[in-house]
């Protein structure tokens, strides 16, 4: 019956409100069970999505610091806590729940645009793009009522209706580390840091609808002083933010912290965003504008003030930021990223430059098509001069770059139908994208793509990059194989295919060369990428997925000592088999085993494995919860490492890497305690064979183990 209905659409040909409503009705009969069971169901699609980001951004990392992945997924957060009314969403609110691609969201818009508001969630059903998974991974943050507009924007409202939300944050290592040790006066051995090792995150926000937002976010990291010493302002770092969003020409006020974000984020696109994953259809960004920053990281924002006004299909975006950076050196040669302050080296490298940004957008919108013009300035109060490197030749150096754009987006959709209530259809939905930047000193970059629904069951993602070698755009972050967006071509090839109701399959193919040299290539170089994974849901309750992952590229060869190195291939495969199931409506199990080959040049390949097993408690309206893994992993060597997403206290995000050979173990309970007060305690411990060490320099614990806790309070009124 369900085939039957997808097949009849629940629309007639003439698609006249009448014949609409029973089929509704029937797809509530049939579909209901299931939709509300999910409800209940483990945020499985937003952890996929962070794991996937984290693959990308972590991917030849050396560095195992926490990223904050606030901001990326912030809005969908929202979402889940008051539900999006799809019935009265613009574009931008759909864009913002980043599991939907534009073809989905053109074809909901269109939907409800030719035959009126959604009667029920079912209806989603009959849209094109829509499957059963679809609906599900969107069901947390979404609803559908008759609802009009949200309460008009005034003191009285605000104070009726406004949300505030304080979250508390602790967490520390319990094994002491050297950084924390007793000085040894003796030997001479008396570097250490010079605060606890507490890490400390606090975080107040309020929010009104949409429409307000404002907050303070302030952070500690582990031996960073408090209230003492270097930091007698108590916290390392603080953020705050005050935020207006609205339907008249004053589209949105940003003062504070903000970031700004355009195009495909060749130009100007400040904080995180999505890259490369088994997510091929998600290969575009939906640039949000003006938007408030409510992360810890110390260098992915502006501060200062920013305006977007509107007027009929016309939007215009100015903004200033000017705040300190943190850099390494008094004449700039690298920033530091890191942002940790403990002790007198770390501090001796915290010098203060003034970084300003100053520029606008101007933006048309139609129903189906969209450009925008973006130019910005940005300044230094000294100069950036990197230490000369055969790779880094045409990198910025000066006190001043200027950066210019043009992006696109068009949606093209045509669909025909044919006979009466069994008919025959023929869609073609079709989105172009892109954009095109240059910098100051000449150099161009461009990105263009296609996201095309071929037919119900197959979907294709075409992207095209090319980025010169002298492109200079400090304040990017577009889909690229290089970290910066520079020295690089590249054409990727996605598909989606769906060829019987419980399988599908997506795969990505992404070839790129890099016409000038690169850190540890010292030639131009190419190299390969490609994805294919299987899915398997026979239930609402049971999932599974197969996946292969290859990557090729090339690097020096370690030992060549010739002045300009002889490049040998660097192959890595990945295999993950993932599964995750329901025993009741109550308790859920996932287990993965994941399989790693690296191999450089004709050296002997380094291997490696991780199997867990997940056991997750979430009893539908209980005041308990928890979530608990246990995970073996042996590889040759950290090359070999391996990532997975862990469940973490809410709002926080664990991304660990595994390597070398040993267990971990962790465990995360919730517990409401009354209307307005939830605690989170989070516990997990590491244990390495036949390592006399864990972490080097002042991180480093005498001993094989390494244990955290974690311990969070959020009061809601």
Same mark, same amino acid.
């Given at each position: 019956?369900?085939?039957?209905?997808?097949?009849?659409?629940?629309?007639?040909?003439?698609?006249?409100?009448?014949?609409?409503?029973?089929?509704?009705?029937?797809?509530?009969?049939?579909?209901?069970?299931?939709?509300?069971?999910?409800?209940?169901?483990?945020?499985?699609?937003?952890?996929?999505?962070?794991?996937?980001?984290? @693959?990308?951004?972590?991917?030849?990392?050396?560095?195992?610091?926490?990223?904050?992945?606030? &901001?990326?997924?912030?809005?969908?957060? /929202?979402?889940?806590?008051?539900?999006?009314?799809?019935?009265?969403?613009?574009?931008?609110?759909?864009?913002?729940?980043?599991?939907?691609?534009?073809?989905?969201?053109?074809?909901?818009?269109?939907?409800?645009?030719?035959?009126?508001?959604?009667?029920?969630?079912?209806?989603?059903?009959?849209?094109?793009?829509?499957?059963?998974?679809?609906?599900?991974?969107?069901?947390?943050?979404?609803?559908?009522?008759?609802?009009?507009?949200?309460?008009?924007? =005034?003191?009285?409202? %605000?104070?009726?209706?406004?949300?505030?939300?304080?979250?508390?944050?602790?967490?520390?290592?319990?094994?002491?580390?050297?950084?924390?040790?007793?000085?040894? @006066?003796?030997?001479?051995?008396?570097?250490?840091?010079?605060?606890?090792?507490?890490?400390?995150?606090?975080?107040?926000?309020?929010?009104?609808?949409?429409?307000?937002?404002?907050?303070?976010?302030?952070?500690?990291?582990?031996?960073?002083?408090?209230?003492?010493?270097?930091?007698?302002?108590?916290?390392?770092?603080?953020?705050?933010?005050?935020?207006?969003?609205?339907?008249?020409?004053?589209?949105?006020?940003?003062?504070?912290?903000?970031?700004?974000?355009?195009?495909?984020?060749?130009?100007?696109?400040?904080?995180?965003?999505?890259?490369?994953?088994?997510?091929? %259809?998600?290969?575009?960004? =939906?640039?949000?504008?003006?938007?408030?920053?409510?992360?810890?990281?110390?260098?992915?924002?502006?501060?200062? !003030?920013?305006?977007?006004?509107?007027?009929?299909?016309?939007?215009?975006?100015?903004?200033?930021?000017?705040?300190?950076?943190? &850099?390494?050196?008094?004449?700039?040669?690298?920033?530091?990223?890191?942002?940790?302050?403990?002790?007198?080296?770390?501090?001796?490298?915290?010098?203060?430059? @003034?970084?300003?940004?100053?520029?606008?957008?101007?933006?048309?919108?139609?129903?189906?098509?969209?450009? !925008?013009?973006?130019?910005?300035?940005?300044?230094?109060?000294?100069?950036?001069?990197?230490?000369?490197?055969?790779?880094?030749?045409?990198?910025?150096?000066?006190?001043?770059?200027?950066?210019?754009?043009?992006?696109?987006?068009?949606?093209?959709?045509?669909?025909?139908?044919?006979?009466?209530?069994?008919?025959?259809?023929?869609?073609?939905?079709?989105?172009?994208?892109?954009?095109?930047?240059?910098?100051?000193?000449?150099?161009?970059?461009?990105?263009?793509?296609?996201?095309?629904?071929?037919?119900?069951?197959?979907?294709?993602?075409?992207?095209?990059?090319?980025?010169?070698?002298?492109?200079?755009?400090?304040?990017?972050?577009?889909?690229?194989?290089?970290?910066?967006?520079?020295?690089?071509?590249?054409?990727?090839?996605?598909?989606?295919?769906?060829?019987?109701?419980?399988?599908?399959?997506?795969?990505?193919?992404?070839?790129?060369?890099?016409?000038?040299?690169?850190?540890?290539?010292?030639?131009?170089?190419?190299?390969?990428?490609?994805? /294919?994974?299987?899915?398997?849901?026979?239930?609402? &309750?049971?999932? /599974?997925?197969?996946?292969?992952?290859?990557?090729?590229?090339?690097?020096?060869?370690?030992?060549?000592?010739?002045?300009?190195? =002889?490049?040998?291939?660097?192959?890595?495969?990945?295999?993950?088999?993932?599964?995750?199931?329901?025993?009741?409506?109550?308790?859920?199990?996932?287990?993965?085993?994941?399989?790693?080959?690296?191999?450089?040049?004709?050296?002997?390949?380094?291997? !490696?494995? %991780?199997?867990?097993?997940?056991?997750?408690?979430?009893?539908?309206?209980?005041?308990?919860?928890?979530?608990?893994?246990?995970?073996?992993?042996?590889?040759?060597?950290?090359?070999?490492?391996?990532?997975?997403?862990?469940?973490?206290?809410?709002?926080?995000?664990?991304?660990?890497?595994?390597?070398?050979?040993?267990?971990?173990?962790?465990?995360? /309970?919730?517990?409401?305690? %009354?209307? !307005?007060?939830?605690?989170?305690?989070?516990?997990?411990?590491?244990?390495?064979?036949?390592?006399? &060490?864990?972490?080097?320099?002042?991180?480093?614990?005498?001993?094989?183990?390494?244990?955290?806790?974690?311990?969070?309070?959020?009061?809601?009124?």
């Amino acid at each position: 019956m369900k085939i039957f209905l997808n097949k009849i659409k629940c629309i007639a040909p003439s698609g006249k409100q009448f014949f609409r409503f029973p089929c509704s009705v029937l797809l509530f009969i049939f579909l209901s069970d299931p939709l509300l069971a999910q409800e209940n169901k483990k945020d499985d699609a937003t952890e996929q999505k962070i794991e996937n980001i984290t @693959e990308t951004i972590n991917q030849g990392s050396t560095s195992d610091k926490e990223i904050d992945y606030t &901001t990326l997924l912030d809005q969908l957060n /929202a979402y889940k806590d008051h539900p999006l009314n799809l019935n009265t969403a613009s574009r931008e609110n759909l864009e913002n729940i980043v599991l939907l691609n534009d073809l989905q969201v053109q074809a909901l818009l269109d939907h409800i645009d030719k035959y009126g508001k959604l009667i029920s969630i079912e209806e989603l059903q009959s849209i094109d793009g829509f499957d059963l998974e679809t609906i599900y991974n969107i069901l947390p943050f979404v609803h559908v009522n008759d609802i009009g507009e949200n309460p008009k924007l =005034n003191l009285k409202n %605000m104070l009726a209706n406004g949300k505030s939300a304080v979250f508390i944050r602790w967490q520390q290592v319990l094994e002491e580390q050297k950084g924390f040790s007793p000085k040894n @006066e003796s030997t001479g051995d008396t570097h250490r840091y010079y605060g606890s090792p507490a890490k400390l995150y606090a975080r107040y926000r309020f929010s009104f609808n949409e429409q307000i937002s404002f907050g303070i976010t302030a952070e500690k990291d582990p031996g960073e002083e408090f209230f003492s010493g270097t930091q007698k302002n108590g916290f390392d770092f603080y953020s705050a933010h005050l935020y207006y969003h609205g339907d008249g020409w004053l589209k949105s006020l940003a003062a504070g912290d903000f970031q700004a974000q355009y195009g495909q984020g060749l130009v100007l696109w400040s904080g995180l965003a999505f890259g490369k994953s088994a997510d091929v %259809m998600n290969i575009k960004k =939906n640039a949000r504008g003006i938007l408030p920053y409510t992360s810890v990281d110390e260098n992915l924002f502006l501060r200062g !003030g920013a305006v977007s006004l509107g007027y009929k299909k016309f939007r215009l975006d100015l903004f200033h930021s000017d705040h300190k950076i943190l &850099t390494k050196e008094d004449i700039i040669s690298s920033f530091d990223e890191d942002g940790y302050h403990r002790d007198s080296s770390e501090l001796s490298k915290k010098h203060t430059i @003034e970084k300003t940004i100053s520029g606008g957008h101007v933006h048309y919108t139609s129903k189906k098509f969209s450009i !925008g013009v973006t130019g910005f300035s940005t300044g230094f109060s000294s100069s950036l001069e990197k230490t000369f490197q055969p790779y880094n030749r045409f990198d910025f150096s000066g006190n001043r770059n200027t950066n210019a754009g043009i992006d696109y987006n068009y949606v093209y959709r045509n669909i025909n139908f044919f006979g009466g209530i069994d008919y025959n259809y023929v869609y073609r939905n079709i989105n172009f994208f892109g954009e095109f930047g240059k910098s100051k000193n000449g150099g161009v970059a461009s990105i263009n793509g296609i996201l095309a629904a071929l037919d119900q069951n197959v979907s294709v993602s075409i992207l095209h990059r090319h980025f010169d070698k002298d492109y200079q755009a400090l304040e990017s972050n577009a889909l690229a194989e290089n970290s910066n967006v520079v020295n690089e071509d590249g054409l990727y090839f996605g598909i989606f295919l769906k060829p019987a109701r419980r399988f599908s399959f997506n795969a990505y193919y992404d070839q790129f060369s890099f016409p000038w040299l690169r850190f540890s290539v010292d030639a131009p170089s190419a190299g390969k990428e490609y994805l /294919a994974q299987l899915n398997y849901n026979p239930t609402k &309750t049971f999932e /599974a997925y197969v996946r292969i992952k290859q990557q090729n590229k090339p690097a020096n060869i370690s030992a060549d000592t010739h002045p300009v190195s =002889n490049l040998q291939d660097v192959a890595q495969v990945n295999y993950r088999f993932h599964v995750s199931y329901a025993i009741t409506t109550s308790v859920s199990l996932a287990n993965r085993v994941e399989i790693v080959r690296y191999q450089k040049g004709n050296n002997p390949a380094e291997k !490696g494995f %991780m199997l867990y097993q997940d056991l997750n408690y979430q009893p539908f309206k209980s005041r308990y919860s928890f979530s608990a893994r246990y995970v073996l992993f042996d590889t040759d060597t950290y090359n070999t490492r391996i990532y997975a997403f862990e469940s973490d206290v809410l709002y926080a995000y664990s991304i660990p890497s595994y390597y070398y050979r040993g267990s971990r173990f962790y465990v995360t /309970a919730h517990y409401r305690m %009354m209307r !307005g007060i939830d605690f989170w305690l989070r516990y997990g411990t590491t244990v390495y064979d036949s390592q006399q &060490t864990v972490g080097s320099g002042l991180d480093q614990i005498a001993g094989n183990q390494k244990s955290e806790v974690k311990a969070q309070v959020r009061f809601q009124f």
